[in-house]
């Protein structure tokens, strides 16, 4: 999957690698990013070498992702996996970022001034931390870029029909309930978008992909609908020389 917003940028690569085309098996056919999940460790290299060849990547990077909003700059030094964090920003051309997500939403921001990317994982919980947010005033600090030069492209996730949450009231801010749709279950493709527009990027720079990982079965990943025997996918994206 390629965001419109993004495939018009000469000088990034970028995709949203659902789950055909790989080389796992069974439960998690096909392509399986995730090392942690139960799956075949030389089937889920392979397939990482097979996304690498897709785009043309001479490096993936990725951290070790633990529901934070903590963010790391990534260089031609990094570590993989090294990492602890849900954000991976640089300004190094090269150097594909990854984030592997099922569920939870993986959002790519591009600044085509600075020329500078993050790739960003938020489940609920990095919603509450508001994680986007915070992304994007990293970027201001270190990249000097401005918000509204910021383009940002939003995964596949769980999507409003299937993002219940009974103890919600416990769970997430009062400024989150008017997102309800119906009895428990929220729409966190709008809670994205509206986070998103107030840290100041603009309505018309952010594409959301709208498909929802519990009912695409045949397309997507899903923790919520396979448990622990869910695959995950791959957002990544690389700047060009």
């Avoid at 992304?135 to 509204?148: D, I, L």
């Avoid at 103890?167 to 428990?184: G, N, R």
Wanted: hydrophobic share 35%; aromatic share 10%.
């Amino acid at each position: 999957l390629e965001f419109d917003l993004l495939a018009e940028c000469p000088r990034v690569k970028h995709g949203v690698f659902l789950r055909k085309g790989g080389y796992s098996e069974g439960e998690y056919s096909s392509l399986n990013l995730g090392f942690s999940t139960g799956d075949c460790s030389e089937k889920v290299g392979k397939n990482h070498e097979k996304i690498k060849g897709a785009l043309k990547l001479s490096k993936l990077v990725w951290a070790t992702q633990c529901h934070g909003d903590a963010i790391a700059h990534v260089s031609s030094r990094t570590v993989v996996g090294e990492e602890r964090c849900d954000a991976l920003t640089t300004e190094e051309p090269e150097l594909g970022l990854v984030i592997k997500h099922a569920d939870c939403q993986a959002a790519i921001m591009y600044d085509p001034v600075q020329h500078a990317i993050s790739c960003v994982h938020s489940g609920w919980r990095g919603s509450v931390d508001n994680i986007y947010a915070k992304t994007v005033a990293y970027m201001k600090k270190h990249y000097h870029s401005k918000p509204e030069n910021i383009l940002v492209g939003v995964s596949p996730s769980l999507g409003p029909q299937s993002a219940e949450f009974i103890h919600y009231k416990k769970e997430l801010p009062e400024s989150f309930w008017e997102f309800q749709v119906k009895p428990h279950y929220f729409d966190f493709w709008a809670i994205s978008r509206w986070q998103l527009e107030q840290c100041g990027i603009l309505p018309h720079h952010i594409e959301i992909a709208g498909m929802d990982t519990v009912t695409a079965e045949e397309h997507c990943f899903s923790y919520r609908r396979d448990k622990q025997h869910s695959g995950r996918h791959g957002t990544v994206v690389q700047l060009m020389k």
